[in-house]
């Protein structure tokens, strides 16, 4: 059974850029969720999807943005990127019915 | 607003002795508790939760104790072990299945 895997590990953009992170569910798994860890912080819950909607957002603004694929692999992707997104990018696995989440590793994100 | 609150960053025990972990919530409405271990370079990994129709939940050498009237849960690790040594994150269901994470406490289980 396969976890759950993020790409890239780390990335280094510059203010204003956009950046997209990709996550692979774990095995079976049909939502995925991203959240973003600030240093020093617990995780803040960025939004959710399901069968290819989102299915409930945190507060974070519009130009957080994400996509679920068929597969139920996710991309979240970050426009007009500012100094204050970097942070680790997390993403999670599970079953709509169930409540353990399963995380990825994390993409750590540097904004210059 | 901190929904959920862990007021101690950091934590060092003895190899053998008891790791106490504790966790405020300020949110009456949560009814759900989990903790989570995180290790270096790796992401948060579920521990244990527990019911706020229970007031202990136990797995091996975990156990999480609930006082709702006090909005107030702990993680009890006991004996504590070097592999412990971990951010340990309190987190409640919050739409739905997502959570809101606590600020983590980081252990440190001395050989």
């Known amino acids: 059974e396969t976890g759950v895997t993020q790409s890239p590990t780390h990335l280094i953009k510059t203010r204003g850029q956009q950046v997209t992170l990709r996550c692979s569910s774990q095995s079976g798994h049909n939502t995925v969720s991203w959240y973003q860890q600030a240093l020093g912080q617990g995780p803040q819950f960025i939004f959710q999807y399901y069968r290819e909607e989102e299915n409930g957002r945190g507060n974070f603004p519009p130009r957080f943005s994400g996509l679920q694929f068929p597969n139920y692999s996710s991309e979240l992707n970050v426009n007009a990127l500012e100094l204050d997104d970097s942070a680790l990018y997390l993403c999670?696995?599970?079953?709509?019915?169930?409540?353990?989440?399963?995380f990825g590793p994390g993409t750590r994100l540097l904004v210059l | 607003d901190q929904q959920v609150k862990q007021n101690s960053p950091s934590l060092s025990v003895q190899e053998g002795r008891i790791s106490i972990l504790n966790c405020d919530y300020t949110?009456?409405?949560?009814?759900?508790f989990l903790w989570y271990k995180k290790y270096p370079a790796e992401g948060p990994t579920f521990l244990i939760s527990i019911s706020s129709i229970k007031d202990k939940n136990e797995d091996g050498r975990f156990t999480v104790f609930l006082n709702k009237s006090a909005k107030h849960l702990s993680l009890h690790i006991v004996p504590s072990q070097p592999g412990d040594s971990a951010v340990y994150f309190c987190a409640a269901p919050i739409y739905g299945q997502n959570f809101v994470f606590g600020p983590g406490t980081r252990l440190s289980v001395l050989p």
């Open positions: 999670a696995s599970s079953l709509v019915d169930q409540e353990t989440q399963y």
């Open positions: 949110n009456s409405m949560f009814d759900y």
